[in-house]
């Protein structure tokens, strides 16, 4: 039988519980992955998990027996037991399904990004809540995208809400921060068609070419683009709006944005 761990007072178990604060990510330059199905799309995007904590009795359903195999591929990755009392500490959420990894994050910058031919970006700028950051992803993995930036993120991209919200696709998709300077330096010096969504934007979205290197631009909701995103190069669109709200959730703007390059470049 393993040895399982029963201290909140282990030091593994106390490094990884600080891992629920943004500080202490920011500080140990990790998160934690929370959940079966995002630990598995973690190990299958070869994304670089250092630890995974688990309480066996919590896993079951149709997830258990293919997670226990792929616990076996991937033997080189220390499994450390732990009691219930230990996992509810260091699960993020009220939800336990009796396993959360830790794992090392990227600290690529936009200068290391490798993009295809006609890529299409995300930029999201200064927008709080992980997760509209996680949905964005979700969809920007369903339209096949390449890179989405965080400018003046105020939420890191990496916390385990946001990767709960992406459903584990996040870690199939390049992802960086950045300020807004560097992002629109980045997408004009590679000639990206740049278009920020605007609710007094002047031109309708569907009427813009999304074939080309794309950059879909959206700030947060409440306080919109910040003033870098005024100038030549970056053209202002919209989305109608027929009743009386005058916006939609970032998350809802970047979904139809991204379906509509999709329909373009099908």
């Excluded at 600080?18 to 934690?32: E, F, I, P, S, W």
């Excluded at 584990?168 to 998709?173: A, D, E, L, P, Q």
């Excluded at 080309?212 to 669109?237: C, R």
Aim: contains cysteine; glycine residues 6%; negative net charge.
């Amino acid at each position: 039988m393993p040895e399982i761990i029963r201290s909140l007072q282990n030091a593994q178990i106390k490094s990884a519980v600080k891992l629920r604060d943004r500080r202490g990510r920011m500080q140990q330059k990790r998160t934690v992955v929370d959940g079966l199905r995002e630990i598995r799309r973690a190990l299958q995007s070869c994304f670089p998990i250092e630890t995974i904590f688990v309480f066996p009795d919590a896993i079951s359903g149709p997830e258990a027996a293919y997670f226990e195999q792929l616990l076996a591929d991937y033997g080189d990755i220390p499994i450390l037991h732990v009691t219930r009392e230990v996992m509810e500490k260091l699960a993020f959420g009220q939800r336990i399904e009796g396993a959360v990894a830790v794992a090392k994050v990227s600290e690529k910058k936009l200068a290391d990004m490798v993009l295809p031919e006609s890529p299409l970006v995300v930029v999201i700028e200064q927008v709080e809540k992980p997760g509209n950051v996680g949905a964005i992803l979700r969809t920007m993995d369903a339209v096949g995208a390449d890179l989405l930036i965080s400018a003046d993120g105020r939420t890191d991209l990496f916390n385990p809400n946001a990767i709960r919200a992406s459903l584990g696709t996040i870690f199939s998709m390049a992802v960086v921060d950045a300020t807004s300077e560097e992002t629109i330096a980045f997408l004009k010096d590679n000639q990206f068609q740049i278009y920020a969504a605007r609710v007094d934007g002047s031109v309708p979205y569907t009427t813009v070419d999304m074939q080309q290197a794309t950059a879909l631009v959206l700030g947060s909701e409440a306080h919109g683009l910040s003033d870098q995103w005024h100038q030549a190069g970056i053209v202002n669109i919209h989305l109608p709006m027929q009743g009386i709200a005058d916006s939609l959730n970032v998350s809802t703007t970047a979904a139809v944005l991204l379906y509509e390059s999709l329909r373009q470049r099908s």
